[in-house]
């Protein structure tokens, strides 16, 4: 019903440095730190997935146990989009109808929509350059000794 953008959590506009200058939520539920556990439906790459990324977002401060199902569909999403380019690798992009025409193989449509799923769901976790731009690391890394500074006066940098 809304139109317009969906509201950006308050921890990942504290990671950007509230570009804004708007009021903070200080209200907004705050999960407690801690790595999910990876979902035993999860596809074998899906699987993979998660555990090459899981420990990494958790150190980024991402990941927490309540993200469990929004990173499960990033990861399926993955497993799914690799499936449709591994079909789309074997058997070409188009295939030749009876009729002697060239149609475009389903594999491809199904790859598509997954990639845009798996992209949207990787740029919530800051799995992009463009999402990663836009953070500051929480742990300090990457900030200079001036923005510290600004942070431990209280000012507004």
Sequence with gaps: MGAGRKPKPTAMKELEGNPGKRKLNKKEPMPGKGMPDCPKWLLPDAQEEWKRLCEKLN???????????AFAAYCQSYARWKEAQDHIN???ATYETENGMQRPNP??????????LMMQAASEFGLTPSARSRIMAASGIGKDDEDEMESLLGGDS
């Excluded at 594999?107 to 845009?116: D, F, L, P």
């Design 59 to 69: 150190q980024m401060g991402v990941l927490t146990e309540v993200d469990r199902s």
């Design 90 to 92: 074997s058997e070409g």
């Design 107 to 116: 594999w491809v449509a199904i790859c598509n929509t997954e990639q845009r």
